[in-house]
């Protein structure tokens, strides 16, 4: 299965908020939210609604827990010996 640019990310953890560009020194997170996808996932596909594009982890979770780090881990989540 491949996968197109919007949806892929290398393995990881890869902060998604807030970006270090516009890193506030104020900000100090109070929670960390670190999400891992299932198996045949991926880091940003699995969190991705398929008919607005929209990156829920990005798009809407920043600005209902504003005080929160954002995650994601991506691994090899491809199911051995699978049809």
Known sequence: ???D???W??????VLYPISEVHDDELKPDVDIITIHG?????RG???DKSSGKFWLE????DEIP????????????I????
Request: net charge positive.
């Open 67 to 78: 005080y929160a780090r954002v995650m994601t881990y991506g691994y090899n989540s491809t």
């Open 9 to 14: 990310i290398p393995y990881g953890l890869f």
């Open 59 to 62: 798009d809407f979770l920043p």
């Open 39 to 43: 198996l045949n996932g991926a880091s």
């Open 1 to 3: 299965m491949a996968q």
């Open 80 to 83: 051995a010996f699978s049809k």
């Open 5 to 7: 640019e919007k949806t």
């Open 46 to 48: 699995t969190w991705t």
